[in-house]
């Protein structure tokens, strides 16, 4: 098998496995659909890029979500020094209003808030808290973003509550 | 961490939206991204072709020895800087891999083009000054002009002020620049301390 047929092979197993979360992750970074399609497409080069140099010192989901973050933060990055001051007008429609969980759910645009709160995260809390909600465990996240264990319970300890609170705090309004 | 976050449920019921990508997309989307990079650096080599080009022929054309001998010193800072861009590898961003964490990966790049910035005046501001001086007082002060001395200095100061406010303005942007990115690499650190 050629190097090429082999990189092609692992990212077909990469891609199978985390399609849909690296869509979701290209959600919570990009509001515009056109740009979050080309940051999607951006994340499947990366990764198929990057699989000629997968050699599995690390598992395959630790490397997947590194790649498609850190493809992520150069998209966002890039997106944010060209928009310096202005913010997306869907941000500003989406933002949480404060409806309780059980109400967010029955909303269909539950969702689009919570990314839309997501978006408006720093770096290492963006990154921290999306890998939480794909249920990833501290350690693997610890692992991934380079963050001590500690450091991220506390990130997600804190980002929890936050996320919470501003979820419901207009329904107690 | 629970097991059953409302907000992880939340998350994982997202609908995916209908995304296929061929292997033969894949592949032609990286070629044109190595494609574009290619671009990207035969424009700087253009670019610097076109200022020895002009300086090679003025300083061809050009009967005045320090005139000349200013334009020969543009086309060295010229060369120096080609050599400096090329010796970089440019400015661009690493590809991203899977290797090191996130922290590691982003922090790299900070300090990549922070020190690009902050470094600017010494390999792509600095080599230009020289020539520059010699070749704006070369014009101003040949004695073809029959120009008073007064009438001279006025025209080498203005045109060595304008050059000098321009090289200030863009250290100054870039030493700003090169400002906001290390309170980023700080606040990373911050980050990873907990």
């Known amino acids: 098998m050629t190097q090429t047929s082999d990189q092609d092979e692992r990212y ?17 970074s990009e509001a515009d659909p ?26 395959l989901s630790t490397w997947v979500w590194r790649v498609a973050h850190n493809t992520a933060a150069s998209h966002v990055d890039r997106e944010r020094r060209r928009n310096t001051g202005k913010m997306a007008l869907d941000d500003i429609a989406h933002l949480p209003d404060g409806r309780s969980v059980a109400a967010a759910h029955e909303q269909s645009d539950a969702i689009d808030r919570l ?22 465990p501290a350690a693997e996240i610890a692992e991934i973003t380079g963050l001590s264990p500690g450091a991220v319970a506390t990130r997600i300890s804190r980002l929890k509550a936050q996320l919470s609170k501003d979820f419901q705090e207009q329904t107690h309004a | 961490m629970p097991d059953h976050d409302p907000f992880q449920s939340l998350w994982t019921q997202q609908t995916a939206e209908p995304f296929t990508m061929s292997m033969s997309e894949i592949h032609s989307r990286a ?49 120096y800087v080609v050599h400096a861009l090329h010796r970089r590898g440019g400015t661009g961003k690493s590809l991203p891999d ?30 230009f000054v020289p020539g520059m001086l010699v070749f704006v007082g070369g014009v101003s002060f040949a004695p073809e002009t029959g120009l008073p001395l007064v009438a001279r200095l006025i025209q080498f100061g203005t045109a060595a002020g304008f050059a000098i406010a321009v090289f200030a303005g863009v250290y100054w942007l870039n030493m700003r620049g090169a400002k906001q990115l290390d309170a980023e690499i700080a606040a990373l650190d911050e980050a990873r301390r907990g």
């Not at chain 1, 077909?12 to 919570?28: I, T, W």
């Not at chain 2, 494609?35 to 009967?63: C, D, H, K, Q």
């Not at chain 2, 290797?99 to 470094?119: C, F, I, N, T, W």
Request: proline content about 4%; hydrophobic content about 45%; glycine content about 6%.
């Open chain 1, 12 to 28: 077909r197993e990469a891609a199978g496995s985390f399609g849909p979360a690296l869509q979701r992750l290209a959600r919570a």
């Open chain 1, 34 to 59: 056109d740009r979050r399609r080309d940051l999607l497409q951006d994340m499947h080069v990366a990764l198929w890029q990057s699989m000629s140099g997968f050699d599995g010192r690390c598992s």
């Open chain 1, 115 to 136: 990314n839309a709160w997501i978006r408006r995260l720093k770096l290492p809390d963006r990154q921290v808290m999306t890998l939480y909600l794909e249920s990833l």
């Open chain 2, 31 to 79: 070629s044109r991204f190595r494609s574009t990079i290619r671009t990207r650096n035969l424009t700087e080599y253009a670019a610097a072709a076109l200022v020895l080009g002009v300086f090679g022929w003025m300083a061809w054309l050009i009967p005045q020895p320090v005139v000349k001998a200013g334009a020969i010193f543009i086309m060295l800072g010229t060369a």
């Open chain 2, 98 to 127: 899977g290797m090191h964490p996130l922290a590691d990966y982003h922090r790299g790049e900070l300090v990549k083009q922070r020190d690009a910035l902050a470094s600017i005046w010494r390999w792509y501001l600095l080599p």
